[in-house]
């Protein structure tokens, strides 16, 4: 069973930039396909970006494309979510999750068995 811990979260002011870690232990997290997702107050949990087993394949939510990249670097057990050009509407808790059920990624948070505390991610406006 794979243990994911998020850092990176904090203060940023509007147009800033953060990247975001999720560091696996207790299993090798190039057997998972990796996720982000991200709880707004108030909101339901969405869907941020997966990324394959290889790294070959990834997926964004639409309206982050272009601004938030996701990377792996199997050799560190670790998976990055690079932010950019942050606004207000990014302010949220954002968490890793991990899957073998798919190889290439998935977008629906069911798919995920392993999941993260949560790192929280505050923009000012």
């Known amino acids: 069973q794979v243990h994911l811990v998020e850092s990176g979260g904090g203060l940023v002011q509007s147009g800033g930039s953060l990247r975001l870690a999720c560091a696996a232990s207790g299993g090798t997290v190039g057997s998972y396909t990796m996720g982000w997702f991200r709880e707004a107050t108030g909101k339901e949990r969405e869907f941020v970006a997966t990324?394959?087993?290889?790294?070959?394949?990834?997926f964004y939510a639409d309206s982050l494309k272009g601004r938030f990249t996701i990377s792996r670097d199997n050799a560190k057990n670790t998976v990055y979510l690079q932010m950019n050009s942050l606004t207000s509407e990014d302010t949220a808790v954002y968490y890793c999750?991990?899957?073998?059920?798919?190889?290439?990624?998935?977008?629906?948070?069911?798919?995920?068995?392993?999941w993260g505390q949560g790192t929280q991610v505050t923009v000012s406006s």
């Open positions: 990324i394959g087993r290889s790294g070959g394949t990834r």
């Open positions: 999750a991990a899957t073998v059920r798919s190889r290439f990624g998935t977008t629906q948070a069911r798919d995920y068995d392993y």
